[in-house]
């Protein structure tokens, strides 16, 4: 009798931390929701489509915070993706043991250390490298693109594309590489006996298996490179307005928050800022929902049928 008794409070109790999580989640939406009803009501949904932010006459538009934040994000995934998978190919491939483990310790660290950190970083040494070096050489040899035109700022959309690339090698690091370690020896094996090359065997064995394990990488740094914000918020400039120049000053949603919420002085504009954070956040939960759906269109159960 004990013993059932154990099972099922065992078994409800976990029921409730699970149904927790979507309690909170859906808490945090209605909330969200609820005290931004006067933005909503004031600008519809050309709050998404509108370029003006103009606080003292209570005129507010998201886009250029949404393009700021996708953006950024995008350029960050494009740097990070092939350097961090790289990274974890030479750990569980190529680096001998004792190497490996001294790199996955120090790769740990760095996704531990503090946003703000990384900010102050990029501010005294990557922003002069940029201003000085890096934005001049572009705009000489590739200032013929939009992309690449306009004033050397040191700040800008590229540099905080790259310091949230920084941020996020770590995530796709750490969990490429023990997808890596997790591929059977037997399929690396069979793929040397075969006469393949060690190239070969990664592009041909071990990336096709860990494939899913890499999407859920990216998406997780993909994640945490959407909610960043002290660190972008240091770096990218805090202009909002939509510029095609990677090199010109932007601005996300997490940074508008955390610079103007404190500073907004009427009601409209708080519930302007409430909305920004719920527009960040259906963002986030859509982002998901689709690395969901990829993974299991990648999974093995979605291959078979």
């Given at each position: 009798?004990?013993?059932?008794?154990?099972?099922?409070?065992?078994?409800?109790?976990?029921?409730?931390?699970?149904?927790?999580?979507?309690?909170?989640?859906?808490?945090?939406?209605?909330?969200?929701?609820?005290?931004?009803?006067?933005?909503?009501?004031?600008?519809?949904?050309?709050?998404?489509?509108?370029?003006?932010?103009?606080?003292?006459?209570?005129?507010f538009g998201a886009l250029p915070f949404i393009f700021g934040t996708l953006v950024?994000?995008?350029?960050?995934?494009?740097?990070?993706?092939?350097?961090?998978?790289?990274?974890?190919?030479?750990?569980?491939?190529?680096?001998?043991?004792?190497?490996?483990?001294?790199?996955?310790?120090?790769?740990?660290?760095?996704?531990?250390?503090?946003?703000?950190?990384?900010?102050?970083?990029?501010?005294?040494?990557?922003?002069?490298?940029?201003?000085?070096?890096?934005?001049?050489?572009?705009?000489?040899?590739?200032?013929?693109?939009?992309?690449?035109?306009?004033?050397?700022?040191?700040?800008?959309?590229?540099?905080?594309?790259?310091?949230?690339?920084?941020?996020?090698?770590?995530?796709?690091?750490?969990?490429?590489?023990?997808?890596?370690?997790?591929?059977?020896?037997?399929?690396?094996?069979?793929?040397?006996?075969?006469?393949?090359?060690?190239?070969?065997?990664?592009?041909?064995?071990?990336?096709?298996?860990?494939?899913?394990?890499?999407?859920?990488?990216?998406?997780?740094?993909?994640?945490?490179?959407?909610?960043?914000?002290?660190?972008?918020?240091?770096?990218?400039?805090?202009?909002?307005?939509?510029?095609?120049?990677?090199?010109?000053?932007?601005?996300?949603?997490?940074?508008?928050?955390?610079?103007?919420?404190?500073?907004?002085?009427?009601?409209?504009?708080?519930?302007?800022?409430?909305?920004?954070?719920?527009?960040?956040?259906?963002?986030?939960?859509?982002?998901?929902?689709?690395?969901?759906?990829?993974?299991?269109?990648?999974?093995?159960?979605?291959?078979?049928?």
């Amino acid at each position: 009798m004990s013993a059932g008794w154990g099972d099922w409070l065992f078994e409800n109790l976990t029921l409730v931390f699970a149904v927790s999580i979507f309690v909170i989640a859906a808490a945090i939406a209605w909330q969200l929701f609820k005290n931004s009803s006067l933005a909503r009501h004031a600008f519809g949904w050309s709050f998404l489509t509108k370029q003006i932010w103009d606080p003292v006459a209570e005129d507010f538009g998201a886009l250029p915070f949404i393009f700021g934040t996708l953006v950024s994000s995008a350029l960050a995934l494009l740097i990070a993706i092939p350097l961090g998978v790289g990274v974890a190919i030479f750990l569980s491939e190529l680096a001998p043991r004792n190497v490996s483990e001294s790199c996955a310790f120090l790769i740990e660290l760095l996704a531990a250390i503090p946003s703000v950190v990384y900010g102050l970083i990029a501010v005294f040494v990557l922003v002069p490298i940029m201003r000085e070096y890096v934005q001049p050489f572009l705009i000489k040899t590739l200032g013929f693109l939009p992309l690449f035109r306009g004033p050397a700022y040191g700040v800008g959309m590229l540099t905080a594309a790259i310091v949230l690339a920084i941020m996020i090698v770590p995530f796709i690091t750490t969990i490429s590489r023990e997808i890596f370690l997790s591929v059977p020896s037997s399929l690396k094996e069979a793929a040397m006996a075969l006469g393949a090359t060690h190239w070969e065997v990664v592009r041909l064995a071990v990336l096709p298996y860990a494939r899913s394990g890499i999407a859920g990488s990216i998406f997780l740094a993909l994640g945490r490179a959407l909610g960043e914000t002290m660190a972008v918020t240091m770096v990218i400039g805090n202009r909002p307005e939509i510029a095609a120049s990677l090199l010109a000053p932007g601005y996300t949603m997490a940074a508008v928050l955390a610079n103007e919420f404190t500073e907004a002085t009427s009601d409209l504009y708080v519930h302007t800022l409430v909305e920004i954070g719920l527009v960040l956040f259906a963002i986030t939960i859509l982002v998901n929902a689709i690395g969901r759906l990829i993974l299991y269109k990648m999974s093995p159960h979605a291959e078979a049928h």
